[in-house]
């Protein structure tokens, strides 16, 4: 059964610094994808950051220059740092993990933590 296992959600002031950490166990193979992703208020889910097994992450243009996304392939772990927090940046964050074995696509979610940006 694989589990992702998230944790750093909490609540900070504007201009802040948040890292969040989400490690994926339970016999995973051949994980081609890892990121993030979030869902404000009212909001629909939308794309963070993602990174495959090497090279640099993409981002969505809101967090560019502000989040980094970084990966630790020996132990199946991604993090996304957020410095400069802005309230638009309070949403349910999600950790996503895509893996590819025997010519099929699987994918995974976290349960979500939550990031509350606020003074």
């Known amino acids: 059964q694989v589990q992702l296992v998230e944790s750093g959600g909490g609540l900070v002031q504007p201009g802040g610094s948040l890292r969040l950490s989400c490690a994926a166990s339970?016999?995973?193979?051949?994980?081609?994808?890892m990121g993030w992703y979030r869902q404000g208020p009212g909001k629909e889910r939308e794309l963070v950051a993602v990174?495959?097994?090497?090279?640099?992450?993409n981002y969505a243009d809101s967090v560019k220059g502000r989040f980094i996304i970084s990966r630790d392939n020996a132990k199946n772990t991604v993090y996304l740092q957020m410095n400069s927090l802005k309230p638009e940046d309070t949403a349910v964050y999600y950790c996503?993990?895509?893996?590819?074995?025997?010519?099929?696509?699987?994918?995974?979610w976290g349960q979500g933590t939550q990031v509350t940006v606020s003074s």
């Open positions: 339970g016999g995973i193979f051949s994980i081609a994808v």
């Open positions: 996503n993990v895509v893996a590819y074995w025997a010519g099929s696509r699987y994918e995974y």
């Open positions: 990174k495959g097994s090497f090279g640099d992450g």
